[in-house]
């Protein structure tokens, strides 16, 4: 069994940056291929960055690329989401999600494991 908690949300203006970090307890924490999602308000729940079991290769959605970055720590159990640039359409609920594969997945329904999110805003 896997649980996640993420950390690092709060209230940024736009330009701002944030680092969202989540740490991973249970077992075989380096099989796994780990993502962020978010749930703007209203809206369902989106892929926002994915990365490999062991980190070397990393997908974004389009909105995402070039302003976040996806990184993990396998010695430490964490992942973190850089977020730079940020926008007030980035405001959401930040997920972090595993699944028991060396490749990640941009669907939500492909995860096995998620965090209880941690809330991003972003002020105009």
């Known amino acids: 069994q896997v649980q996640l908690v993420e950390s690092g949300g709060g209230l940024v203006q736009a330009g701002g940056s944030l680092k969202l970090s989540c740490f991973a307890s249970?077992?075989?924490?380096?099989?796994?291929?780990m993502a962020w999602f978010r749930q703007p308000p209203g809206k369902d729940r989106e892929f926002v960055a994915t990365?490999?079991?062991?980190?070397?290769?990393?997908d974004y959605t389009i909105s995402a690329k070039g302003r976040f970055t996806i990184s993990r720590d396998n010695d430490k159990k964490m992942v973190y989401l850089q977020m730079n640039s940020l926008k007030p359409e980035d405001t959401a609920v930040y997920y972090c999600?595993?699944?028991?594969?060396?490749?990640?997945?941009?669907?939500?329904?492909?995860?096995?494991?998620w965090g209880q999110g941690t809330q991003v805003t972003v002020s105009s």
């Open positions: 990365i490999t079991a062991d980190g070397t290769n990393t």
């Open positions: 999600a595993g699944r028991g594969s060396y490749s990640g997945s941009s669907w939500v329904n492909d995860y096995d494991y």
């Open positions: 249970g077992r075989a924490f380096a099989y796994k291929a």
